[in-house]
């Protein structure tokens, strides 16, 4: 593994699209900073595969909707393998019901992780980023937020939220030299996903193109483009990765 130098931090790493994006950017040469919530056995897993390959890695616990919580996981980063570079915010959770069901906690707990965590984690590493003229920051956002979804009302707002920011903060930074883009997933192999019904599986297979579903490492591939010098002209963009589900 040929190292960059440069330290990438993935929110939601111990898991799914998180998980695969931590192990393509360490096979990219970064070092990778693996947050995790809850699961510290998990993320311990991902960092100690990237270490196997040669690569370093550090699992961060913090709950990103917390601002000090992140203040902290950025301490803890920049100690152990320096500023972030590389910022992924891809942490997020779902609290699926129809509208007129949904709980206030429900709307408020889907709201704070998938959207204010990522201004939470944004907002505290891109000072630095500025400093040195230099960062990638990608936002997963999803293809709901794009085309709606029945019964994820509070998900769907939250990851639309993600796209306005997106293209706000791309504009507030690009000539610092640091990029930010939105990578919307479409039915992606997950966790999450695992809990659909299998005639809902069906459902939404018949409107992909490509008659698949999709894998983490679809996403993590695309990811590691945008946060290479290869894509330092591509900003304020939300590219889909979905086979084909939601092409105009």
């Known amino acids: 593994m040929s190292e960059t130098g440069r330290v ?20 990219s040469g ?10 510290s056995e998990a993320a311990q897993a991902v960092v100690e595969r990237i270490q196997a390959a040669g690569g370093r890695a550090q699992a961060v616990r913090a ?8 203040a902290k996981m950025l301490e803890t980063v920049q100690r152990e393998l320096g500023d972030v570079d590389i910022l992924v915010n891809n942490a997020g959770v779902i609290r ?19 959207l204010d965590g990522v201004f939470n984690c944004t907002r505290a590493c891109l000072r630095a980023m500025m400093k040195r003229r230099w960062g990638r920051i990608v936002n997963i956002t999803s293809v709901v937020a794009l085309v ?17 920011f997106t293209k706000a903060v791309a504009r507030e930074v690009a000539s610092r ?13 997950t966790d999450m996903t695992g809990q659909m019904s299998a005639k809902r599986r069906d459902q939404v297979l018949q409107g992909i193109p490509m008659g698949r579903i999709g894998t983490g490492e679809d996403v993590a591939a695309l990811v590691d ?22 092409m105009l």
């Open 8 to 27: 990438a931090l993935v929110t939601g790493a111990s898991r799914g699209i998180g998980r695969a994006i931590a192990l393509r950017l360490a096979a």
């Open 96 to 114: 699926d019901t129809l509208l007129l069901r949904m709980k206030d906690e429900d709307w408020n707990r889907v709201v704070e992780i998938n």
């Open 63 to 70: 709950d990103v909707s917390s601002p000090e919580e992140v």
């Open 148 to 164: 709606g979804s029945p019964g994820q009302a509070n998900y769907c707002a939250a990851k639309a939220g993600i796209l306005g």
């Open 30 to 39: 970064h070092a990778v900073a693996v947050n995790y919530a809850r699961s």
């Open 225 to 246: 483009f945008l946060v290479s010098e290869a894509a330092g002209y591509i900003t304020g963009q939300t590219i889909a990765v979905d086979g084909g589900m939601t």
């Open 177 to 189: 030299g640091i990029t930010v883009n939105a990578v919307a997933p479409g039915l992606i192999e």
